[in-house]
């Protein structure tokens, strides 16, 4: 494992449509429609060609990534990834879609040349993963593929409410280096 990969990661109380970085990520659905939350501000915030380039692209399964142009967020590129609808984790099998969620966000990324990247807190919202439980997901997540993608220089952990960034900064502090 990489050593100080946590020297990558910010964790910030903010609004991801705000992140002038290379790409953003947005938690989105299948068939990659504005809808609420997040999803729903990159939409709103990125106008309505962004829409039509999802359209063009057709949906995303669920722990999949796809790449578009940003259009009028400050960002370069949005990464959308589809994350799991929450039902008790009891098979950890969803736990393993959100972790592929952060890891093929942060394969096409790099693949595309892309160092710094803004993450919203994936499947805390409307599809109900505990925000604790999502943040360990993702921290432990995020450990391995930086140790796999070391060109990215910066991964933005942004969360809309306090429970999400209290939940992952504990799951930092727990996570070993």
Known sequence: MAKNWKQKVIVLLDDITEQDCDAIVNAANEDL?????VCGAIHAAAGPKLERACRRIGGCAAGEAVMTKAYDLPARRVIHTVGPVYSGGIDGEEAEVLGSCYRESLRLA???GLRTIAFPAISTGDYGFPPDEAAKVAVRAL???LDE???IREVRLVCFTIEDQEAIEEALEQEPE
């Open 33 to 37: 429609e504005p809808g609420s939350g």
């Open 110 to 112: 790099s693949e595309e």
């Open 143 to 145: 450990r391995e593929a």
């Open 149 to 151: 993608f070391p060109a």
